[in-house]
């Protein structure tokens, strides 16, 4: 998830005002000082809520300063007096939305959320006045009209090109009229989301299931029991178990209890979330969409998602949705075929009912063991939380040359969270990168990549990123460390992933580093990456049983990877049908709007199965309203699943840590940002066009 407010690069020069007696009566707010720690991480130690809102007053006032010098500015409009001055308009701003948006997502304390509906609408007006600033937006204009009468190199015209076009997309060209008119949308908006957010977060820790019976527990495994009884404890019910709603707690009782109404009921919590009650986000979507088509028409477009899809490499929803419909439909024929198996399962065992989405989890792991002799719980013993991360730092030192070296004395945002210095193999500083890997009641659920700072060209010099990944883990209990599940696995490789495009990036402007590129093209370094986790070669250096020290034996790997593409029916079914809602989502009219009436049509009219829903219903799809990130955008990840699946095949032919390969990945795609056209980038790393098809033959879908 990236912010919104606009901070794309760094400025060769500094436009900073002088300290005004605001400033100098702030003079203890950590975020009006500079940052002293070792690669200026931020002194979370010192920050309190109260200085946010101050710290951004100040901000404000800095980026008034700036923008006003740059449009008073009587020469003719350069690249180095109209763009680059806005790769750094407000330092001190960018420093206080970097954190707030952190700590939003990850450390939403009570007294943090409180001060969500002040600040949010102060961070959004400071966002206008740059984006919507006509004056700005014609020197942004002529120099971009005049780029061939200016001696820029390539990367520089890019920057003045995607300056000029997200200004535009952002409302610049519009009228005065119209501006103000998108102006209170978004700002309706964003207080939508606040609310949105607020809900979900408030729905999913209200809903816990107690279990009385330990016989009810049959069947879970004792890591995901223990977590239940440590629950129960932390709510005075000794003795019993609870079960949550965040995913270490619900996905080991619907893929293993034994009890089918114990897994109904955690079906239809999670299903029905944020549906009912003073936590329903029905009637926040319903303004959502509403605006959403106000928005598009405001600014020129048939509906939201035509709008949204403008922007990236699919170019519009039909071209999105075409493709979501390649994968879907051989997805659901392969998932038809996986529901008949488990019917026979159930039949042969005289179960006696048909196969229920609460039961698709439990009984295609049944099928999996009788059809491969493999149980995930098998292998789940040498995924400790430790060596998966050894794990991951061995990949990336043997593709790309850094190493990882804990600071046990940085400044951190909580005891849970490490640090590491990313070096390169010379010992040169690369980045900071962060780790929040467990579930708490102040963390939104998910798992996420982003930084404090953004690599590139600031006005002392060239800075190195702090980038952070945050995931929600299962933790470790009284007699077990942190043992992860293979999906939990995957989606720590997935977010290093992020990870490593951000900390890796060579790219020289802000804007153009790391992971701010099109949405549609910045998973293929996250989904890329989960392809070593399950690589016999790495598994034996970073499996091993948290018991014994046992590498995980060949056998347990052959069987994991021999059901590698088990169970794809279901998994792509529920994630084409998710982004194809969203985009339909982006298309509605926003007029008489239904929520779960228009979920249902959708539903009929693709050929939804029964036996599998959205992977996220509405109420709880905070990807795509919980902000604009990747709304009419959830796409995204099966568009980078075909550039994914494509540059994986070339690691399959060539090694997957064949140096030239690997070399060529780390040039074209994790250091180039985005430097160049995404589509020229990955032809240069893989020779030809993506090619779609790969991706059926990644998921044997193909023949």
Same mark, same amino acid.
């Given at each position: 998830m990236k912010h919104k407010f606009l901070?794309? @690069?760094? $400025?060769?020069m500094m436009l900073s005002p002088q300290l005004t007696s605001e400033m100098v009566a702030q003079?203890?707010?950590?975020?009006?000082?500079p940052y002293t720690a070792q690669y200026e991480i931020p002194p979370f130690e010192e920050i309190k809520t109260e200085h946010f809102i101050p710290a951004l007053k100040v901000g404000i006032e800095e980026q008034t300063k700036n923008l006003e010098a740059i449009v008073n500015n009587p020469e003719a409009p350069t690249f180095d007096n109209t763009i680059m001055p806005l790769e750094n308009l407000s330092p001190i701003l960018d420093r206080v939305v970097?954190?707030?948006?952190?700590?939003?997502?990850?450390?939403?304390?009570?007294?943090?959320? @409180?001060? $969500?509906?002040?600040?949010?609408?102060?961070?959004?007006?400071?966002?206008n006045e740059v984006m919507l600033n006509d004056a700005l937006f014609q020197r942004i204009k002529s120099?971009?009209?005049?780029?061939?009468?200016m001696k820029l190199d390539a990367v520089q015209k890019r920057v003045v090109e995607k300056y000029y076009r997200r200004f535009a997309e952002q409302g610049a060209a519009l009228s005065a009229e119209k501006k103000e008119e998108l102006v209170k949308v978004n700002n309706e908006l964003s207080k939508l989301f606040i609310q949105y957010n607020r809900n979900l977060l408030k729905a999913t820790n209200d809903f816990f299931i107690v279990v009385y019976d330990e016989k009810d527990l049959a069947g879970l495994p004792a890591s995901s029991i223990g977590t239940a009884a440590e629950e129960a404890k932390a709510r005075n019910l000794d003795g019993l178990w609870v079960f949550t709603l965040h995913a270490p707690s619900r996905l080991p009782v619907l893929q293993y209890a034994d009890n089918r109404g114990l897994r109904e009921a955690m079906y239809k919590g999670y299903t029905n979330l944020a549906t009912t009650g003073e936590t329903s986000n029905i009637p926040v979507i319903e303004q959502i969409v509403a605006l959403r088509a106000q928005k598009a028409a405001i600014m020129g477009f048939d509906n939201f998602a035509q709008m949204m899809t403008s922007r990236v490499m699919a170019g519009t929803p039909e071209a999105a949705e075409d493709l979501m419909m390649q994968v879907f439909t051989p997805a659901t024929k392969r998932a038809a075929e996986e529901v008949k198996d488990m019917q026979a399962y159930v039949d042969a065992r005289n179960g006696g009912f048909k196969i229920a989405p609460w039961d698709y989890y439990y009984y295609a792991e049944k099928v999996k063991k009788e059809k491969f002799n493999f149980d995930e719980a098998d292998v789940r013993p040498y995924f400790e939380l430790n060596n998966v991360v050894k794990g991951m730092f061995y990949v990336a030192e043997r593709l790309f040359g850094i190493k990882f070296i804990e600071m046990p004395d940085a400044p951190k945002y909580m005891n849970e969270v490490t640090v590491y210095d990313v070096q390169d193999l010379k010992g040169n500083h690369v980045a900071v990168f962060m780790t929040d890997f467990f579930p708490r009641a102040s963390k939104r659920q998910g798992a996420w990549m982003e930084q404090m700072q953004s690599a590139g060209l600031y006005a002392d010099g060239m800075k190195r990123p702090i980038v952070y990944n945050v995931c929600n883990f299962t933790r470790p209990t009284a007699d077990t460390p942190a043992l992860l599940t293979m999906d939990e696995v995957e989606t720590a490789f997935h977010e290093f992933g992020h990870a490593l495009q951000g900390m890796l990036t060579q790219a020289k402007y802000k804007s153009l580093a790391g992971t701010n590129v099109d949405r549609d093209y910045v998973e293929l370094c996250s989904q890329i990456l989960e392809h070593w986790a399950t690589e016999p070669e790495v598994l034996q250096q970073y499996a091993k049983h948290y018991q014994t020290g046992e590498v995980i034996p060949q056998d347990l790997i052959d069987k994991l990877n021999a059901s590698g593409t088990f169970n794809q029916g279901f998994v792509s079914t529920e994630l084409a049908g998710a982004s194809i809602l969203d985009l339909k989502w982006g298309r509605h009219d926003g007029k008489n709007v239904d929520v779960m009436g228009f979920e249902k049509k959708v539903a009929d009219e693709i050929g939804m199965p029964d036996e599998i829903t959205f992977r996220y219903r509405s109420p709880y799809f905070k990807h795509i309203f919980g902000d604009d990130g990747y709304a009419s955008g959830y796409y995204?990840?099966?568009?980078?699943?075909?550039?994914?699946?494509?540059?994986w095949e070339l690691f399959m032919q060539k090694g997957i840590f064949d140096k030239k390969t690997a070399a060529n990945f780390k040039k074209y795609i994790m250091e180039s940002g985005d430097t160049e056209d995404p589509t020229v980038l990955f032809e240069k790393f893989r020779g030809h066009k993506p090619d779609?098809?790969?991706?059926?033959?990644?998921?044997?879908?193909?023949?």
């Open positions: 901070t794309l @690069a760094a $400025a060769a003079e203890s707010n950590p975020f009006l000082q970097a954190v707030y948006y952190h700590y939003d997502n990850a450390m939403s304390s009570p007294e943090h959320a @409180a001060i $969500a509906d002040e600040i949010v609408p102060m961070i959004m007006g400071a966002s120099v971009y009209d005049n780029l061939g009468k995204t990840y099966i568009w980078a699943q075909v550039l994914e699946a494509d540059a779609a098809a790969a991706l059926l033959r990644l998921r044997g879908f193909a023949e």
